[in-house]
T-cell receptor, first 115, second 117 residues
Framework: GAGVSQSPSNKVTEKGKDVELRCDPI?????LYWYRQRLGQGLEFLIY????????KSGLPSDRFSAERTGESVSTLTIQRTQQEDSAVYLC?????????????FGPGTRLLVL | AQSVAQPEDQVNVAEGNPLTVKCTYS??????LFWYVQYPNRGLQFLLK????DNLVKGSYGFEAEFNKSQTSFHLKKPSALVSDSALYFC???????????????WGLGTSLAVNP
């Protein structure tokens, strides 16, 4: 079946512009996660959604970052007034959480470059 | 507090030799442990996980990992390395929710594996 997809695959923007990144999870997956990966670094948790519950936003680095997800479908991560330090790969993952455990499956990522 | 450590930034091994990528962890309660691989310019791919049961877990591409509770380790292994195994490997852990942990995985910083022909 189809995996997690993300768009665009690459985005180049100018400092101060807003960007919107999209994630299409695996169908039926109730949870969706956003991560940031800076060059040569590990994964930095940003936010996760579980069904219709309030999202866990504890990883968002500033109020310039926001994300939305409607139900168990597509999610968008928005970065307002981009800064050069926002340059990174943004990874999305989805999972089916059965109340005990889950396995996250990742998309290919969006590579963001802020000039 | 939950934590995970991958003590080696880089592992070099000759093709055909066995490989080990190390991971140690700290969680409250019994751990859920994961290994992922990231090939250049690609997203992360799930390799294997330990939830409960046999300490030796077999995963994709001939990889396996051994859960060692006394040493709080979950090292990734493969009996015979391939050049195509060269990639970045991430270990991740979380504890059970009923032991006071939350849903978020704690990720290691990654180990770069280079398999030389």
């Amino acid at each position: 079946g189809a995996g997690v997809s993300q768009s665009p695959s690459n985005k180049v923007t100018e400092k101060g512009k807003d960007v919107e990144l999209r994630c299409d999870p695996i169908s039926g997956h109730t949870a969706l996660y956003w991560y940031r990966q800076r060059l040569g670094q590990g994964l930095e948790f940003l936010i996760y959604f579980q069904g219709n519950s309030a999202p866990d936003k504890s990883g968002l680095p500033s109020d310039r970052f926001s994300a939305e997800r409607t139900g168990e479908s597509v999610s968008t991560l928005t970065i307002q007034r981009t800064q050069q330090e926002d340059s990174a790969v943004y990874l999305c993952a989805s999972s089916f959480y059965n109340g005990l455990q889950e396995t996250q499956y990742f998309g290919p990522g969006t590579r963001l470059l802020v000039l | 507090a939950q934590s995970v450590a991958q003590p080696e930034d880089q592992v070099n091994v000759a093709e055909g030799n066995p490989l080990t990528v190390k991971c140690t962890y700290s969680v409250s309660g019994n751990p859920y442990l994961f290994w992922y691989v990231q090939y250049p310019n690609r997203g992360l791919q799930f390799l294997l996980k330990y939830i409960t049961g046999d300490n030796l877990v077999k995963g994709s591409y001939g990889f396996e990992a051994e859960f060692n509770k006394s040493q709080t380790s979950f090292h990734l292994k493969k009996p015979s390395a391939l050049v195509s195994d060269s990639a970045l490997y991430f270990c991740a852990v979380r504890g059970p929710i009923n032991a006071g942990n939350n849903r978020k995985l704690i990720w290691g910083l990654g180990t770069s594996l280079a398999v030389n022909p």
